[in-house]
């Protein structure tokens, strides 16, 4: 899908994004790493249900300077000036993996501004980063370009990225549409130099992070898991399910971490559709 990175002034700053689509608006609070393009080549499959995806890249990643907000209460206020700004009254979010903390931090602060909440596999409480993959690949770029270079001619290459984000990879190499994913999950990480600073102090954010003010969370909520995710654990989704008694709470088992890659795909998409369109 072709898109274009572009950058609006805040009032405290400039923030990167990238926007595609029509309709009701979600904005996408993008994981570790990441950064605006993770929209567009990871979750375009939305537009198709006639909503407007906006993907603001978080402070630290691309062009928005972690100068603009480190802990997560600080980028939740970062995204409320760049909704302000793109004169949007009202969205709904969708927090992935690392995008979590900001997210909840959103509907905490500025109920007036949220719809509607969906937690895709999320922090949400503190969490020591462990996957050496992903390490590697934002303090080194040769290893992203090298693996998107070879993995073609080098099939373990897929299975191994597959299987530590938890997807079968019977059903990802087998379908056009995941191996672009699995693709745009390679290239998010790149250029590192340019995502590095964003995922070093998501690392060091969501080490200390500590029990938010859940109950301040009003927006309907859905949570999406798999009880056997790699990367975060279902405890984290057991946790907020807990902690927010209105929620909807959906457990997958196919896909870990990264849904979009299995079999149980569509399911996924849809549920998250639905929510979004009960409560635009």
Same mark, same amino acid.
Request: aromatic content about 8%; glycine content about 6%; hydrophobic content about 40%.
């Given at each position: 899908?072709?898109?274009?990175?572009?950058?609006?002034?805040?009032?405290?700053?400039?923030?990167?994004?990238?926007?595609?689509?029509?309709?009701?608006?979600?904005?996408?609070?993008?994981?570790?790493?990441?950064?605006?393009?993770?929209?567009?080549?990871?979750?375009?499959?939305?537009?198709?249900?006639?909503?407007?995806?906006?993907?603001?890249?978080?402070?630290?990643?691309?062009?928005?300077?972690?100068?603009?907000?480190?802990?997560?209460?600080?980028?939740?206020?970062?995204?409320?000036?760049?909704?302000?700004?793109?004169?949007?009254?009202?969205? #709904?979010? %969708?927090?992935?993996? &690392?995008?979590?903390?900001? @997210?909840?931090? =959103? /509907?905490?602060?500025?109920?007036?501004?949220?719809?509607?909440?969906?937690?895709?596999?999320?922090?949400?409480?503190?969490?020591?980063?462990?996957?050496?993959?992903?390490?590697?690949?934002?303090?080194?770029?040769?290893?992203?370009?090298?693996?998107?270079?070879?993995?073609?001619?080098?099939?373990?290459?897929?299975?191994?990225?597959?299987?530590?984000?938890?997807?079968?990879?019977?059903?990802?190499?087998?379908?056009?549409?995941?191996?672009?994913?699995?693709?745009?999950?390679?290239?998010?990480?790149?250029? #590192?130099? %340019?995502?590095?600073? &964003?995922?070093?102090?998501? @690392?060091?954010? =969501? /080490?200390?992070?500590?029990?938010?003010?859940?109950?301040?969370?009003?927006?309907?909520?859905?949570?999406?898991?798999?009880?056997?995710?790699?990367?975060?654990?279902?405890?984290?989704?057991?946790?907020?399910?807990?902690?927010?008694?209105?929620?909807?709470?959906?457990?997958?088992?196919?896909?870990?971490?990264?849904?979009?890659?299995?079999?149980?795909?569509?399911?996924?998409?849809?549920?998250?559709?639905?929510?979004?369109?009960?409560?635009?």
């Amino acid at each position: 899908m072709e898109f274009e990175h572009k950058i609006v002034k805040t009032e405290i700053g400039d923030v990167e994004y990238t926007d595609i689509g029509s309709g009701p608006v979600i904005v996408l609070s993008h994981g570790t790493p990441g950064g605006s393009d993770v929209g567009p080549l990871i979750f375009s499959e939305i537009i198709s249900h006639d909503f407007r995806l906006i993907t603001p890249s978080r402070p630290g990643y691309l062009k928005t300077s972690l100068d603009l907000g480190k802990t997560p209460e600080e980028q939740a206020k970062v995204f409320y000036h760049f909704i302000e700004a793109l004169n949007i009254e009202k969205a #709904s979010f %969708l927090a992935w993996s &690392g995008g979590g903390p900001l @997210a909840l931090n =959103f /509907a905490i602060n500025y109920p007036e501004k949220i719809s509607s909440l969906v937690m895709l596999s999320t922090v949400t409480k503190k969490l020591v980063e462990k996957s050496m993959l992903f390490k590697l690949f934002v303090k080194n770029e040769f290893l992203p370009r090298t693996l998107l270079s070879a993995k073609k001619s080098l099939p373990f290459l897929n299975n191994l990225i597959c299987k530590e984000l938890g997807a079968n990879p019977k059903i990802a190499l087998s379908d056009e549409k995941k191996l672009k994913i699995l693709d745009a999950l390679i290239a998010s990480t790149m250029p #590192s130099n %340019l995502r590095f600073h &964003g995922y070093a102090n998501d @690392a060091e954010q =969501f /080490a200390k992070l500590e029990d938010m003010e859940f109950h301040k969370v009003l927006c309907p909520t859905m949570i999406l898991f798999d009880e056997k995710d790699t990367q975060v654990h279902v405890h984290h989704g057991d946790h907020l399910s807990e902690k927010i008694p209105h929620s909807v709470y959906l457990k997958f088992t196919k896909g870990g971490h990264t849904p979009m890659l299995d079999e149980e795909s569509i399911v996924v998409i849809e549920h998250m559709v639905k929510f979004f369109k009960e409560h635009v």
